[in-house]
């Protein structure tokens, strides 16, 4: 991944989304909290840096899926957008504009 910005959002464009910074590696998880929110066998998700994430129009809303977890959406359509821990947030690989170079390379949790 190369340092540059990328940005992405929700499906109905209420929450919007700039990220500044060299992304993780994109993976997909099997766990069943992923399961449960992207409605899949999978989630697809890339690590951000947790502070070059800036929201740009209306923030997700999260639920605490499990212990120090926190899933965010968007309130309107329901897109699922992120996956927050203590010291690192993923975005839905889905979720950005641009996904050309982000084919997921690992899988984790099956």
């Given at each position: 991944m190369t340092d540059q910005v990328r940005t992405g959002g929700c499906q109905c464009g209420a929450v919007r989304f700039r990220v500044h910074g060299k992304l993780g590696r994109p993976s997909i998880c099997h766990c069943r909290m992923c399961q449960k929110q992207f409605g899949n066998f999978f989630g697809a998700l890339?690590?951000?840096?947790?502070?070059?994430?800036?929201?740009?129009?209306?923030?997700?809303?999260?639920?605490?899926?499990?212990?120090?977890?926190?899933?965010?959406?968007?309130?309107?359509?329901?897109?699922?957008?992120?996956?927050?821990?203590?010291?690192?947030?993923?975005?839905?690989?889905?979720?950005?504009?641009?996904?050309?170079?982000?084919?997921?390379?690992?899988?984790?949790n099956y």
């Open positions: 890339v690590t951000v840096p947790k502070d070059g994430v800036e929201w740009t129009h209306e923030e997700p809303t999260y639920f605490q899926s499990s212990v120090n977890i926190d899933r965010g959406f968007c309130a309107r359509c329901g897109t699922p957008l992120t996956y927050r821990q203590p010291g690192a947030l993923e975005i839905a690989i889905g979720a950005f504009d641009d996904r050309s170079d982000l084919a997921p390379q690992i899988q984790v």
